[in-house]
């Protein structure tokens, strides 16, 4: 598959080269997930063609290609890995990492907590067409179907962070009944 343009992860990564170059005795890499507080924001439910109420996403709904997580807890990953000092060795990326979800999984969770919601995939030319910004979340997501959210190191990455974090993380199931209320 060819490159897929994601600025902000491009941005992303140009920083993990200047931060390996700058000669820190320690340092790691910690990743935030897609934040499951994107569903109270910029991903919440909208008002679909037709009726009904949900996401038109430019990709396959069924894909499970979205790392996602609650971005309250990065910093227990951050902490964790100062409190592990030597154990974890330079260069460690850290994936915080609650779950690996479909567009499909998260209205599942969301419809069996009450919700009624839908997913209905859109060609990206209509996607690009929706909002200023759109073509660049249309890449990002592109980019989720080629390489998933944390792309092809992510197995390690996201053990690495879940190994040094005791109890893990939490999953979209748990933060929605808190977070997300029907109504």
Known sequence: MGAVPALHFTGKARVDPAVEAAG???YAFVQAPM????????NSPQPLPGGGRGWAVPMDPAARVMHAGDVTEVGRAVAAAFAAGDEVPNGTYLAVCGGVYSWNDF???????GHGLQVMRVPPEAYDSFFPGARELREMYQYYEQHTYFGPEREKRIAAARALVPGGFTGFADWAKVHMKPG
């Open 24 to 26: 820190f005795p320690r």
């Open 35 to 42: 934040y499951f507080q994107n569903f109270l924001t910029m």
């Open 107 to 113: 209205v599942a969770t969301l419809n069996a907590q």
